[in-house]
Structure formats: C-alpha cells, structure tokens
C-alpha cells in the first residue's frame, strides 16, 4: 500500500489499482492513461456519510475536481448531488443521471443564459457570490416565470493555510460576499422579487489539511445566521464548502468523518441542529482514487541533470507546473537495481513540462510509472495544448476494468473547426 493511496499497491513488484495490473492496462488500453478505483472514490464517500447519519444532509460533489461522466454516475448512484460552477458542468450532471434538484450552482461569474437554463432544470439554489449578481439573478427569475433558490456565499476572512491559489475565503480573494456585508446582503436578496433566500454558505479553500480553519469560519458564519435571522429571515440550510486535504507526500489531513464530527458539535453545541447541513467536497472524493500512468520514452542522463522523459505532460496532468504541486510517482514495475535520480519531463515544448523533480527511480525505457493521487484536477483541468489529444480513462472495481472515455484523437481535436475556404 501507498501512502494515502489505499486502493493502490504493489503486488509480487507490480503495481495494482484494486485487482487491476497497471501495466496490462497500459498495454491494453494504451498511455498516457488515467485509471481510477471506484472502490476508493465509494470509500471516501462512505467517510461523509457515517458523520451525516442521522441528519438532514446533503453531500454535493463539487466536479469540477473530475467531471467524466463515470465518475459523476458513480456519485449520482451513490446518492450525491452536485456542486457545479457552468452550464457545461450542469449539462453533464443531468447526462450522468444526476437529480437536477439536488444540484447547486456556485461560481463568481455565473451569465444569464447559466442562470435561465438552472432555473429551467429545477436546481437545489445559487451560492450566490455577490449584490450585483443578486440583481440579475432576481431579473432572470423574473422573465422566467421562475424562483430561484438563493444561498449567499459569505467570504469569512479565514486563512486557510494552503498554496495562495487556491485559498479562497481570504478578504483579499475575489469570491463571495464580504462578512460585513452580509446582512445587508441578505435584506436586498429577501426583499427582490423572483428570489427566495434558503440558506448561506462559505468555501474557504482548497487542500486544507488541519480542521482549525474550518472551525473558525464555522463560527464566523453562525453569528451571521443568528444576525441575519434576527431580521426574520429564515436560513434552512449551512453549506460548509469543500477544501479537506489528501495525502500527496506526507501531509494528515483529518478523515472526513473526524473533519464533520467536530463541525457537527460546534453547530449542536451552538444550537443550529435543526439545519439542513450541505458539503461540496471534490479532491477529498477522488483525489487519491486515481493514478496517471505514464510510459518511459526516453532516458537523457546528463553531467547536470538527469531526465525522464515520458509520453504524459502537462496537457495531461497540470498540478505540478501551476501549483508547483509535489505528486508521488512510481515505477509500475520495481526492478532490483539501485534507483536513479530523475527529472520526469513530458513531452511537451515548455521548460515548466515536468511532473516530478529528483526522483529515485529504478526504470528504463519502455517502463511505465504512475503518478499517483491524480484523480483531482487531473483529467479535469487537461487540455490540448501542443495539439495532444486527451488520456484516455478506464475505472477500475476488482479485477472488472472499464474504458470510460476514449483517447482523444486528432480528428476530434479539430472537429468545430473551419478553413477559411
Ligand atoms: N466548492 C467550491 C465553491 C469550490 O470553488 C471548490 C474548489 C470546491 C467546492 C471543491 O474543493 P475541494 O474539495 O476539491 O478542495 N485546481 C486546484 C484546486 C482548485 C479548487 C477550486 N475550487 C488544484 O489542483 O489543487
């Protein structure tokens, strides 16, 4: 077993996803390759779930951690809604069978058009992220013969502690509304037309890995219920956000269930139980459950600088070149020869192509590694730069291993264009 990668493991020197061999499913299914335990993604569900028993909940898998369809069907099934943040994400819940009633709508920019199409399809309520934003809303509503359920995403002012571009709840960062302006916020929501305010929410960052801040914006945000109920306006549900941390190398973040238990005392402590209480977890969901696997191309060793070459770059995999982001990777076969330090680059044409830095590793040529703990933000944030069709994805129960989606091809990578004649 790998650290934080439960459902990944080396068997007899090969490494295994569940009951499924890596390197057979690369030559199967080809590289680069995204592989995903369903085993581990249901696992970490479980964790919300035991914290929720027994109350009023709603877990909404915030997807944009990993969109493909499979995955948002194994939540949809599992009973989650879905904390989506465009009309593309929206689209893609309802084609992977998820209950539109039970999706939320965040994002600081949402347009008219996002706004007409949720209202249509029925969602749960907009994580509403500012006044100007309530306004268009409430006309949207209006033209629409509809009402929107609206939750004000309140910006606590709470340091997260984690990387800055992906902290959130911090006065200096552009989402939700500012603590201060909250109530006033709420009396010009109660009082537009076409809105009905049900409930306030707060998402304070990402890879967060001690509970403190947590706790901290909890606090921040019951005052303000209490504030804003005390003009008579009813808030039936708390929307804690995502943000709980994995482990990549060697951070402990708290499980889940220990995260929600000491939230959960806070609000029975303070009195707030009989609230409906909602989550929007992503990377805590999916994070470890997948691994990126990859084949050696290349060895370059050099007088300054050993490199790695493999076929997956940053188009497949962007985390470590945007976020500096320190990603496990290992051989998919240990061999027994002392390991070499390596640079493991991509393919692609930029210096900041690299997946992983000085890393010991005993490979040659034609091997496969995995990257692991790359089931978030993975797939999700892959693009087509120098013209690379996506990773293919295959979903892993058992020994049961299923293409999710094709790799991508040249062909589809032009579909939608035009020549000039
Ligand atoms: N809710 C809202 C409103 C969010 O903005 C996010 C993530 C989530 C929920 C889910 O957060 P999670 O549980 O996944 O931490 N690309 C970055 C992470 C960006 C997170 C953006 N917002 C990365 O690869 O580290």
Redesign the pocket.
């Known amino acids: 077993m790998l650290p934080g990668a439960p459902h990944v493991a080396y068997r007899d020197g090969l490494l295994f996803v569940e009951d499924c061999e890596l390197n057979a499913l690369a030559a199967e299914f080809g590289t680069p390759l995204y592989v995903y335990s369903q085993t581990a993604m249901l696992a970490s569900l479980a964790s919300y779930q035991r914290a929720l028993a027994g109350r009023d909940h709603l877990i909404c898998y915030?997807m944009?951690?990993n969109s493909s369809l499979a995955v948002l069907q194994t939540f949809a099934r599992a009973g989650c809604g879905f904390?989506i943040?465009s009309v593309g994400e929206l689209e893609r819940a309802i084609a992977a069978g998820g209950d539109t009633a039970k999706v939320m709508f965040?994002?600081v920019g949402k347009t008219r058009h996002e706004m007409r199409r949720a209202l249509e399809v029925g969602v749960l309520c907009f994580?509403v992220e500012s006044e100007a934003e309530l306004d268009v809303l409430s006309q949207v509503a209006v033209q629409s013969g509809l009402t929107a359920k609206v939750s004000l995403?309140v910006n606590p002012d709470v340091d997260p502690r984690t990387?800055p571009?992906?902290s959130?709840g911090l006065k200096g960062n552009k989402?939700g509304i500012a603590h201060e302006r909250a109530v006033a916020a709420y009396l010009r929501a109660a009082a537009l037309p076409g809105l009905e305010v049900t409930g306030i929410d707060f998402?304070i960052?990402?890879?967060?890995t001690e509970a403190a801040p947590y706790l901290e914006a909890l606090d921040r945000l019951l005052d303000l219920v209490e504030g804003v109920e005390a003009h008579g306006i009813a808030l039936h549900h708390i929307d804690l956000?995502?943000?709980?941390?994995i482990t990549y190398a060697d951070e402990q973040p708290p499980s889940a269930e220990a995260l929600l238990s000491a939230l959960l005392e806070r609000i029975d402590e303070r009195g707030h139980s009989h609230r409906r209480i909602l989550f929007?977890?992503?990377?805590?969901l999916v994070g470890n459950a997948g691994v990126l696997v990859s084949e050696v191309l290349y060895l370059k060793p050099s007088s300054v600088k050993n490199f790695c070459v493999v076929d997956a770059g940053m188009n497949d995999l962007i985390?470590p070149a945007?976020?500096q982001?320190w990603m496990r990777i290992a051989a998919c076969t240990l061999r027994d020869e002392p390991p070499v330090i390596w640079d493991v680059v991509g393919p692609v044409c930029e210096s900041g192509d690299w997946l992983g830095r000085e890393r010991p590793l005993a490979v040659k040529a034609g091997d496969c590694v995995a990257v692991l703990s790359a089931g978030?933000?993975g797939m999700s944030?892959a693009s087509n730069y120098n013209s690379r069709g996506r990773a293919a994805e295959v979903m892993v129960s058992g020994a049961d291993a299923r293409l999710i989606r094709d790799r991508e091809q040249p062909a589809d990578l032009m579909h939608g264009e035009h020549l000039l004649d």
Request: hydrophobic share 30%; no cysteine.
């Open positions: 915030a944009k951690a904390d943040v965040s994002g994580n995403r990387h571009y992906i959130t989402f998402h960052g990402s890879q967060i956000g995502g943000g709980l941390g929007e977890p992503g990377r805590s985390r945007l976020y982001a978030a933000y944030l």
